[in-house]
């Protein structure tokens, strides 16, 4: 076998193979000597079929398999002998395939960039100041009362923030809808749960009153059968509750499994300077990521980017439910741009990685599984058995492996705090 490997940019090789005309013969009389012995036809014992019969039936099918196995093996060969690493299927372009001639083909196929790194020492970037301001603490103290809120019958009208116990049944042109109906349903009024319009009319309405409500369902309604449509609702209010907040003090505190309100208290400001030094940390990795790339410059092999653009959307999708993403051209745009950026940053990672000698050893990883478990309130080999099971332990390893890689140039870069 000969072979050619030409450069198309630094991500293409163009590799050209002729397969010599005495092989081609060999493999073409491989394939029947093997047919011979599978296949069964009327008249002759099962491994006495006679190769012309067998050309009769067969001759296209066993040249077709000839043809790709030739063009398998060939192409694997030279991408073993010339050291290629494939990121992308090959466009294959065979030559016509005659038995007892030489055989022909071209394989294009994209390749992993030689990337070489220029010096990430001395980056320059800044660093925002953590401040947890006591008014921060007495917000989030104020969410989590709220979440312990308690609801206690009162006898009066409805008003706004008030629990209505509701009986309800929809009625849409006259008739009844699917899904339309219930029975006891707590609705909290101006929590915008229903549909636009709905709560509102609920407000002075005292238990046990009847009212008939209607509403016109939004244009862009999640379900396309009611989207834009009129709707009417024959409601009875069974009870009304209002809600009653706890009282901010030590026993508040005991309840949640703190001594005292101030220690809860310290405990929730913990909680919220440990997220705001994680988006200081998020804020500077990017900068670290930006630089790189701007400071890197190389071609990208577009499979992988159309790959993982593919990705991008997909998990667009899932996030916002939504069909038809893939015309809207500024999402397009969007997703190609940081596409390419998350391919260029993996690609940089790995070689800073390389030239570093950074690996993940199997103390970092129980360390971050660890973490995991405590953040989870889990136990850790429930975290290590569900990460094995979905085969995501690969991602946990990536992520410690980019974390020593960012605390590495981060360590040697030039911050200037503000």
């Given at each position: 076998?000969r ?53 009769r ?36 372009e ?47 103290i ?129 909680g ?62 969007d ?35 660890n973490?995991?478990?405590?953040d ?21 390893r ?21």
């Amino acid at each position: 076998m000969r072979f050619e490997v030409e450069s198309i940019g630094d991500v293409k090789r163009k590799i050209s193979v002729e397969v010599s005309a005495e092989t081609v013969t060999s493999e073409i009389e491989a394939a029947y000597s093997k047919l011979k012995n599978q296949v069964k036809i009327d008249g002759f014992r099962k491994g006495k079929v006679p190769r012309s019969i067998l050309e009769r039936y067969y001759k296209g099918h066993v040249e077709d398999d000839v043809a790709n196995k030739l063009i398998n093996d060939g192409f694997n060969k030279v991408l073993s002998e010339r050291d290629i690493y494939p990121v992308s299927e090959p466009e294959v372009e065979p030559e016509q395939f005659v038995p007892g001639s030489a055989f022909k083909f071209t394989a294009t196929v994209e390749v992993r960039p030689d990337v070489k790194i220029k010096s990430y020492d001395g980056l320059k970037i800044t660093k925002e100041k953590v401040s947890v301001a006591d008014a921060m603490v007495d917000e989030r103290i104020d969410a989590i009362s709220k979440q312990n809120v308690t609801l206690n019958d009162v006898d009066r009208p409805l008003k706004d923030g008030d629990t209505a116990i509701i009986d309800f049944e929809g009625f849409m042109g006259g008739a009844p809808f699917k899904g339309g109906k219930g029975e006891g349903v707590p609705l909290k009024i101006g929590a915008g749960k229903f549909i636009p319009g709905f709560e509102e009319q609920l407000v002075g309405l005292s238990g046990g009153a009847d009212k008939e409500i209607t509403v016109k369902f939004p244009e862009d309604y999640g379900h396309k059968e009611f989207a834009g449509k009129d709707a009417t609702f024959k409601v009875r209010v069974k009870g009304v509750k209002e809600e009653i907040l706890p009282a901010l003090d030590d026993e508040f505190a005991k309840d949640l499994g703190f001594e005292t309100l101030d220690k809860l208290k310290a405990q929730v400001r913990d909680g919220i300077k440990n997220e705001q030094e994680a988006k200081v940390r998020s804020k500077m990795r990017e900068q670290v990521m930006d630089s790189l790339i701007e400071g890197n410059q190389f071609d990208v092999p577009q499979s992988m980017v159309k790959k993982q653009e593919s990705f991008l959307m997909e998990e667009l999708k899932k996030r916002f439910g939504r069909e038809g993403l893939e015309s809207d051209n500024e999402v397009k745009k969007d997703l190609k741009k940081r596409a390419l950026d998350q391919v260029k940053a993996a690609l940089i990672l790995i070689e800073i990685a390389k030239k570093e000698g950074l690996k993940v050893t199997e103390s970092d990883l129980d360390e971050r599984l660890n973490s995991m478990a405590a953040d989870a309130h889990t136990d850790v080999a429930t975290v290590k058995s569900y990460y094995e099971k979905n085969k995501l332990m690969e991602a946990v390893r990536r992520e410690v492996l980019d974390d020593k890689i960012f605390d590495l140039v981060i360590s040697r870069a030039n911050i200037v705090e503000k």
